[in-house]
């Protein structure tokens, strides 16, 4: 087997971490599909029951004692009555907010090593409780300093072993973007796009890009296949999703954040694109996952 890619510790030192979860129950929501939901990277074991999971154009089964390993995006999912899940979610990203883990993502398998591991991740931070639930485990908490050090900790022993588990099957970390004064048109393209605000959705490009707006469309097009406004109002309605799944913020703030005069206009533009309205997306998404 290759060694895994090498970087400077510079390079690592820039990740961003946030950890959401780490939780062993019951599946609130089962025998229905879920919606389509946006979810962080992560994994979950079936401790007991079956699932399937729809990302990337597939279906996948995943059998009691298997792990599915979860990339960052949307995903819908549906589980068995009486589904009980040892499941871990969180974020790592590069300092462009690129995920570190993408690509090879989203199959089933098993992996004694990291189910222990997980089982050790849930002992350390929820000290003595046998269950915990999805809510429960992303219920905000206050924390010591050496309480919040030693749940950091954990999360880093059990990253260890997960990154190792992905290497296993020939999952690498994405490669870092390179330097500004050294990226491709492209990459500088999407770095603009990604830094507008949300409420943006009239394409414009970088200063001094050298490329007007059709070149720069039949660019993105080349490389992603879609436009630069189509691009802008995706990244628009996965931050709906994101945001209206959170439940931190009435749909009028959300609109109004998003661009929308009003919420109305919002709950309209929200159905349209996702086919139900924020509030029983917020419902569904919720309870499944």
């Not at 399937?52 to 004692?65: C, L, M, P, Y």
């Not at 950091?152 to 997960?162: K, N, R, T």
């Amino acid at each position: 087997m290759p060694r895994p890619p090498e970087f400077t510790a510079d390079a690592w030192r820039s990740l961003r971490w946030e950890w959401l979860w780490v939780y062993l129950g019951a599946v609130p929501v089962c025998g229905v599909w879920s919606a389509e939901i946006p979810v962080p990277a992560g994994v979950f074991f079936i401790e007991q029951g079956n699932g399937r999971i729809r990302a990337d154009g597939k279906e996948i089964v995943v059998k009691r004692g298997e792990a599915f390993f979860s990339a960052p995006g949307p995903r819908q999912h549906w589980f068995a009555p009486g589904t009980r899940l040892l499941s871990v979610g969180f974020r790592c990203q590069w300092p462009d907010e690129r995920p570190v883990f993408r690509r090879g993502l989203n199959f089933a398998a098993k992996s004694a090593a990291l189910r222990t591991a997980t089982l050790e991740l849930f002992r350390r931070v929820h000290r003595g409780r046998k269950a915990v639930t999805f809510r429960e485990a992303v219920k905000p908490a206050t924390h010591s300093l050496a309480t919040w050090s030693a749940r950091e900790a954990a999360f880093l022993d059990w990253f260890a072993v997960w990154s190792s588990v992905l290497h296993q099957n020939g999952i690498e970390p994405e490669p870092r973007v390179a330097a500004k004064g050294r990226r491709s048109r492209v990459e500088q393209l999407i770095a603009w796009l990604d830094t507008r605000p949300l409420n943006q959705t009239t394409p414009s490009l970088p200063p001094g890009f050298g490329l007007g707006l059709r070149r720069a469309d039949q660019l993105l097009q080349q490389h992603l296949g879609t436009s630069l406004r189509r691009y802008l109002e995706k990244r628009r309605l996965d931050a709906a999703r994101e945001r209206v799944l959170a439940g931190s913020g009435t749909l009028k703030e959300i609109a109004f954040e998003l661009g929308f005069r009003h919420a109305s206009h919002f709950t309209a533009w929200f159905r349209r694109q996702v086919g139900v309205s924020p509030s029983v997306y917020r419902a569904g998404g919720m309870e499944g996952a």
